[in-house]
Every structure is written in structure tokens, then in C-alpha cells.
């Protein structure tokens, strides 16, 4: 894995495939540009948050640049930017028809809040900063878009002391928003949707579920089902500083509703007396009966973005390497590169590096 490292380090403007080299669908190149993708295929899209360093401000202003940036998925060399450094963009989210997407605008973020949210509708090729009924404008995080593209479930950052969330659900057509639950000071806060019309949440509030905290199902008027009652889905790390305080640990729990499972990271091997080390992919369905998980990967911290169900049905994922990304303007983690993972296999393949994009560093966040 070190090797493959080192190679891709060295290959930094290297595309391994073509659009007609992923799944065998084939599109004339001189008619398959970015604008005839959004208008005629916006399901091949692959959005990043890309990462500039902060000299390519116009203003001078300090901080690092993040634009977003859309890419073919059968051709990344077929890209173009979508923002400007106007947004400083994180944590894209696409619609289900994924030809609109909600992001979050570090540049005007709200302490306790979030940052704020836009609106992108990629094929008028729009944006709007959502309103918001009592605030100047909308902002949160942990976007989940219903089935209808109609709205979106979103939360709060936690408040600073209290470390509480709520569920809340945006109208997209009144431009308001509604409490789905609420109950200070504990945590819940959207995760998926599973459809129709299920949300899945993560919750510590024990005093109304009478369960341990972790992943449950919930009605989209705020009453809870069930527990998923998956114990991989939710694992504790050991504080080196206080052994005996057992920090939660929340990995990414993506739903894929074709294959029927739950993709999501858990902890490899546990060093007694150290933390966890290494970290797996991995799936289960819905009981937790199917469970399977890829050999711990050293070299990356997988961040599951997507899932492409054509005939060769490749995982889309952020890899960053285990070190930090310093460079004027910008520090702390940030993804490497976008590669592949064949879940039948547990292959790997480089796919997309930032070094594709002139002066980008690194990718702050991606969804496809």
C-alpha cells in the first residue's frame, strides 16, 4: 500500500479513465462537454469542494479558497468550476434527481448555527442563499433531501455548552422551515432518508428512547420506530488522556436503497490500553444478519460520498492520507483524492486527484 502511495503521489495529473472505460457506456467526446452532462445526464455528475490556497483571492482577504467544482464522472478531465471565490463551499449535497444541491457557505457562517445554506440549481445554473424566517439567512448542516427534491431535513451546529441538535425540515417553496424534534439539550440530527418517508437519525436522548444512544428510525413528524440495533454501526474509542472515559464514535452511515444495505466505516483492530487503529469499510443490511467488511486500509480514512449501480458498481469515496495538509492558508484534513472501491471485491483504484485542477491542493468534501 506504501508503493501505491508513493505512485500516486508521483502521478499527480494522471485520469485513469476515460468515458467509456468505467461501465462500457460510451459517449461521443466532442458532444460529451460539462453543460451537455447537466443538461442531458445530471446523474453522472460528481461534485468537490476543492481547495485553493488563499493567494487566489482576488481580494487579498486571508483564508483558504474552497469553489466548487463539477466533474463527468466517464470523464474527469470534463470539469468546470460552478462558484467563484465568492463561496468558500463545504459539504455539497445533491438532490435525488441531482439536478439541484444544497451547500454550506463557510463565508458567512453563523456561530452555533452553521454555515450558510444555498441553493444550486444546476441546470438553470442559479444559486440562491436561503432565507430564513427569523435569521438573516439559513444555516446548518447534516442536509438530508427528501424524495421529492421538494425540501431537505437539515440541524444546527451543537450549541457550544450543551452539545444539543434538532431536526428541522426546509419547504423549499415557502421558504420556512418547521422543528421536527426538539428536545434540549440533546442530540438529534438527520443522517439519511430512507424511502419514502423514514428518516434515519442519531440520537443520545435515552430519557424519551429508553435505548442507548446511536442510530434510529424516525416518522418524518419527529416520532421514533426503532433502534437500529447494529452494534458496528456505533463504537467507542478509548481517550488516551482519561482511559476511562469511552468516547462515541460516529462514522458515516450511508443507505444505498438498490442494494438493500448500509455502507459505513468501523474500527479495525484495538490495541488494549491504546486507541482503535486502522479503520474498515464496510456493509450490513437492514438486521444486521449480512456483514461484511475490506481489509483495514493504513494509508486512508475512507469518506463514503457515493455509490455509481451501474453494471460495475463502484463505491465513489474521499481519501485522505494520514497527515496534514499545510500550505499558505490552509490547515488540517482534507481528502487527497477521489478513488474507487468494487464492493464485491474490495479493490481499490485512484480516480480523480487534485492536482487535476491548476493551484488545487487538496478536496475539503465531494458527493455524487
Known amino acids: 500500500m506504501r508503493i501505491f502511495i508513493a505512485v500516486l503521489l508521483l502521478a499527480s495529473n494522471m485520469i485513469l479513465y476515460s468515458c467509456s472505460d468505467v461501465n462500457g457506456i460510451s459517449e461521443p467526446d466532442q458532444e460529451r462537454t460539462i453543460d451537455w452532462v447537466i443538461q442531458n445526464r445530471p446523474q453522472d455528475l460528481l461534485a468537490v469542494a476543492a481547495v485553493f490556497p488563499e493567494t487566489v483571492r482576488p481580494d487579498g482577504g486571508g483564508g483558504n479558497v474552497q469553489k466548487l467544482v463539477l466533474f463527468d464522472y466517464y470523464n474527469p478531465e470534463n470539469y468546470k468550476f460552478a462558484t467563484d471565490t465568492t463561496y468558500r463551499v463545504t459539504d455539497p449535497v445533491f438532490s435525488h434527481g441531482k439536478t439541484k444541491m444544497i451547500f454550506g457557505d463557510m463565508r458567512r457562517y453563523i456561530f452555533d448555527r452553521g454555515p450558510s445554506l444555498v441553493l444550486y440549481d444546476i441546470v438553470k445554473n442559479t444559486f440562491e442563499r436561503l432565507p430564513d424566517p427569523v435569521a438573516s439567512t439559513l444555516a446548518g448542516m447534516n442536509v438530508v433531501w427528501d424524495v421529492n427534491d421538494m425540501g431537505f431535513y437539515f440541524s444546527y451546529e451543537p450549541y457550544f455548552i450543551a452539545s444539543a441538535q434538532s431536526v428541522f425540515y426546509y419547504d423549499l417553496s ?144 474521499l481519501a485522505y492520507l494520514p497527515w496534514i495538509v499545510q500550505n499558505p492558508g490552509i490547515w488540517g484534513w482534507y481528502g487527497n483524492e477521489i478513488v474507487l472501491y468494487d464492493y464485491q471485491t474490495g479493490e481499490m483504484k485512484e480516480f480523480l486527484l487534485p492536482q487535476i485542477i491548476t493551484s488545487c491542493i487538496a478536496f475539503a468534501t465531494a458527493a455524487y
Open 174 to 317: 415557502s421558504k420556512t422551515y418547521t422543528a421536527v424534534y426538539h428536545h434540549f439539550p440533546m442530540k438529534t440530527y438527520p443522517v439519511e432518508l430512507l424511502p419514502p418517508d423514514t428518516l434515519i437519525v442519531f440520537t443520545n436522548d435515552t430519557s424519551v428512547t429508553h435505548q442507548p444512544e446511536g442510530y434510529y428510525y424516525m416518522t418524518t413528524n419527529g416520532q421514533f420506530i426503532s433502534r437500529i440495533n447494529i452494534d458496528k454501526l456505533i463504537y467507542y474509542r478509548e481517550d488516551a488522556e482519561y482511559p476511562e472515559n469511552l468516547i462515541p464514535h460516529v462514522g458515516r452511515l450511508v443507505w444505498y436503497e438498490d442494494l438493500q444495505l448500509f455502507f459505513f466505516s468501523e474500527p479495525g483492530e484495538f490495541v488494549p490500553g491504546g486507541p482503535i487503529v486502522d479503520n474498515r469499510l464496510a456493509f450490513t443490511n437492514r438486521d444486521g444478519t449480512y456483514h461484511r467488511y475490506f481489509a483495514p486500509n493504513e494509508e486512508f480514512l475512507e469518506g463514503l460520498i457515493g455509490w455509481n449501480s451501474h453494471e460495475r458498481k463502484m463505491l465513489v469515496l
